[in-house]
C-alpha cells in the first residue's frame, strides 16, 4: 500500500487508531513509574488528553484544516499532567504546519513533526532529556530523513517509529533514574504507543477505541456552600458551542458577546472557536456565531436547576463526603477588584483550611487525579475576580495552570507551589490588599522558606540508590525525594522529622490522610513533640488519599 498524500480522513483513522492503542496501554504505562509512589498517572493523562483532542476530532468534517484545528484545540483544553500538557504541545505545532492545507504530501508531513517538536520544547522551561522530548525528537529526525529519500506516508511514519523504539530504549542510559528503577520513560513510551497506533490506523486496522469520561470539576464543599448563598443568579443558561469556518475572528466574537453575560470564554483558532458564556439571552449568542460560521456542540444547561440540585450532597463514607460534583459551576457575578485564590488539593480537610486561608476556589486534584486545562481555566473564568492567583500544589499540574493562564483573559499568576504545605505557606503570604504582581513575588519567596516531607507507600518493587524496595513497604519523601523506607506510617514520620528539624527550626505541622485515625495522629504528635520540645507541633485531619501524611516544618 502506497499513499502520498495525508487527508483529513486519514488524520482522524490515525488518531482513533492511536487513542485506541494507548488506552488498552495506558495501566501499563502508569506503572512505569521511576519512584514506586501512588502518582503514576502518566498513562491516565496522556490517554485522557487524546481522548479529548478525538471528542473534537470526531465532530468535524473532513477537512484536513479542520481536523487540525480540532486536534490543537481538543488536546489544548483537555491536557491533563506534565505528559499531557507536552502532547498537546506536540499536537499543536502538528497542526500549526497544516493550517489551510486540504492535503499534505510526506514532506509536509515530516515537517509538522519537526514542528510539533520544536513547539514541545519552546513549551517547556527547562526541556531535560531522556523523556518524550527526545523520543519524540528523534523520531521526527528519522521521519524527515525517509522523506528525503522518497519514502510516502506510510513508509516516513515506519522510520519515525523505528527511530523512536530505538531512542525509547536508550532512555535508561539518559536518565540514571530510569535505570535503576530499571523502566524506560513513560511519556516516550506513551508516544509510541501514539506513531504506532496512528500506523494501524492508516493501514486500515480498526480501532477498538471507547471514550474516556469527561471528568467533572469538584468544588469543595465550602465552595460550594459560598456560591449556594448567592441565591438569584444574574444568569441563568451557561451556553456552549463550537464555530467552524474560516476565518474565524476571536476578538470580534469576545466583543459581541460580552455585553450578554460572564464568565465568557472564547479560544480557538481561525477555522474553530470554542464559546462559553453564562447569559439571559442564548439566542442572540448563537446568533452572533452563526455570523461567523457553523454552529457544532451546543450545550445549554439552566444553571438555576443546578443550582438546586448541588445542594443535595452525594452521601458517602458514613455520610460525611462534604463535596458536590458539578457539570458546570455555578458562577457569581464576574469583575469585582480584588484577588481571588484558587488551589488545587484533594482531601476534605485540606480544603477546608485552604479555604479558611483564604482561597476563593478549591479545585479537587492531586496525585493520580491532575485536573486538565480546562478544569483550572473554568476555575479562573468562574471567579468573581479579574485577578487570580492560582496555586497548583503539585509539579505535575504546573505546566496545565500555565497554559489555563495562558488561555484565560483575566490576569493570572500561577505560583509554582508543588505540595499542600507549600500551598498553604504561599496562603499564609496572601495579602488582599497588595497587586497580583507583589502577592505573586511574596508567595515564591515564601514557599522557599519551608521544607516538606510525604508519607505514603510503594505500589511495585523497584531500587532506589542501591537499596531494594518492596511492594507496600512505608516511603518517606522529602521534597520529592525518597529518603527513608520503613513498614510503619509512624516511624516513617518520625524519621523524616529528624532529617527535617534543625535547631533554628520552630513549628511541625502534619496533616494526616483518610487512612489516619484522630488518635494515631495524636500519638504522634506526643512523640515528635517529646523528641523536639523547642518546636510547636500541629495537626490537622487533611482528609488526602494516598498520603498517610504531609508534613511542612518552619
Known amino acids: 500500500m502506497q499513499l502520498q498524500v495525508l487527508k483529513g480522513l486519514h488524520l482522524k483513522q490515525m488518531l482513533l487508531a492511536s487513542a485506541a492503542l494507548l488506552q488498552e496501554n495506558k495501566t ?3 506503572s512505569l513509574n521511576v519512584f514506586p509512589v501512588p502518582d503514576g498517572d502518566t498513562g491516565t493523562n496522556m490517554s485522557l488528553t487524546i481522548s479529548a483532542a478525538v471528542r473534537e476530532v470526531e465532530n468535524t468534517n473532513n477537512d484536513l484544516s479542520n481536523v487540525v484545528a480540532a486536534l490543537a484545540n ?17 499536537f499543536r505545532g502538528f ?17 509538522a513533526l519537526e514542528e510539533g517538536v520544536k513547539t514541545a520544547y519552546l513549551g517547556v522551561m527547562k526541556p531535560v532529556e531522556g523523556t518524550i522530548l527526545t523520543v519524540a525528537k528523534e523520531g521526527a529526525k528519522a521521519a524527515f530523513r525517509a522523506a528525503r529519500r522518497g519514502e510516502d506516508i506510510i513508509g516516513v511514519l515506519q522510520m519515525a517509529i523505528r527511530e523512536a523504539e530505538e531512542t525509547l530504549a536508550r532512555t535508561p542510559e539518559m536518565l540514571p533514574a530510569l535505570k535503576e528503577a530499571g523502566v524506560v520513560d513513560a511519556g516516550g513510551k506513551g508516544l509510541l504507543y501514539i506513531l504506532q497506533g496512528a500506523l494501524a490506523g492508516l493501514s486500515g486496522e480498526k480501532a477498538h477505541y471507547v471514550p474516556e469520561p469527561v471528568k467533572a470539576e469538584k468544588i469543595t464543599a465550602e465552595a460550594g456552600a459560598g456560591l449556594a448563598k448567592l441565591g438569584v443568579m444574574e ?16 476578538d470580534k466574537m469576545r466583543q459581541g458577546i460580552n455585553p450578554l453575560g460572564d464568565s465568557i470564554m472564547v479560544v480557538g483558532t481561525g477555522e474553530m472557536l470554542k464559546v462559553h458564556i453564562h447569559t439571559n439571552h442564548p439566542g442572540q449568542v448563537l446568533e452572533l456565531g452563526l455570523e461567523q460560521g457553523t454552529l457544532h456542540d451546543l450545550k445549554i444547561d439552566n444553571m438555576a436547576e443546578q443550582h438546586r440540585e448541588i445542594l443535595t450532597k452525594d452521601a458517602k463514607n458514613n455520610g460525611h463526603d462534604n463535596s458536590w460534583t458539578l457539570a458546570t459551576a455555578v458562577t457569581p457575578p464576574e469583575g469585582e477588584e480584588g484577588l481571588g485564590v484558587i488551589a488545587v488539593a484533594q482531601g476534605e480537610g485540606i480544603g477546608n483550611i485552604l479555604k479558611s486561608l483564604g482561597a476563593e476556589q478549591v479545585v479537587s486534584g492531586g496525585q ?3 485536573p486538565s486545562t480546562q478544569d483550572l481555566l473554568h476555575s479562573i473564568e468562574n471567579s468573581r475576580y479579574k485577578d487570580i492567583i492560582l496555586l497548583p500544589n503539585n509539579k505535575n499540574i504546573i505546566l496545565a495552570a500555565q497554559q489555563a493562564q495562558g488561555l484565560s483573559q483575566k490576569n493570572v499568576h500561577v505560583v509554582p507551589t508543588t505540595s ?54 512505608i516511603l518517606g519523601l522529602i521534597e520529592g525525594d525518597i529518603v527513608t523506607i520503613g513498614k510503619e506510617p509512624a516511624k516513617v514520620v518520625m524519621e523524616l522529622v529528624e532529617h527535617l528539624v534543625e535547631k533554628n527550626s520552630e513549628i511541625v505541622t502534619i496533616y ?43
Open 28 to 30: 501499563e504505562l502508569n
Open 74 to 90: 481538543g488536546s489544548l483544553m483537555g491536557a491533563r499532567g506534565n505528559s499531557g500538557v507536552i502532547l498537546s504541545q506536540l
Open 95 to 111: 497542526a500549526t504546519s497544516m493550517e489551510g492545507k486540504s492535503s499534505i504530501k510526506p514532506l509536509e508531513f515530516a515537517r
Open 235 to 250: 444568569y441563568q443558561y451557561c451556553t456552549e458551542f463550537i464555530i467552524k469556518g474560516r476565518n474565524l475572528n476571536i
Open 368 to 370: 493520580t487525579m491532575n
Open 420 to 473: 499542600i504545605p507549600q500551598g498553604i505557606t504561599a496562603l499564609l503570604a496572601f495579602n488582599p490588599d497588595n497587586s497580583l504582581e507583589s502577592n505573586g513575588e511574596d508567595m515564591s519567596a515564601a514557599i522557599g522558606g519551608v521544607k516538606t516531607g510525604a508519607v505514603t507507600y510503594a505500589v511495585r518493587n523497584s531500587r532506589f540508590e542501591g537499596e531494594e524496595i518492596k511492594e507496600g513497604d
Open 512 to 554: 494526616y490522610g483518610d487512612a489516619v485515625t484522630d488518635s494515631a495522629a495524636q500519638k504522634l504528635v506526643a512523640k515528635i513533640q517529646k523528641a523536639h520540645p523547642h518546636c510547636d507541633i500541629e495537626a490537622y485531619d487533611g482528609g488526602q488519599p494516598l498520603y498517610y501524611y504531609l508534613l511542612s516544618v518552619e
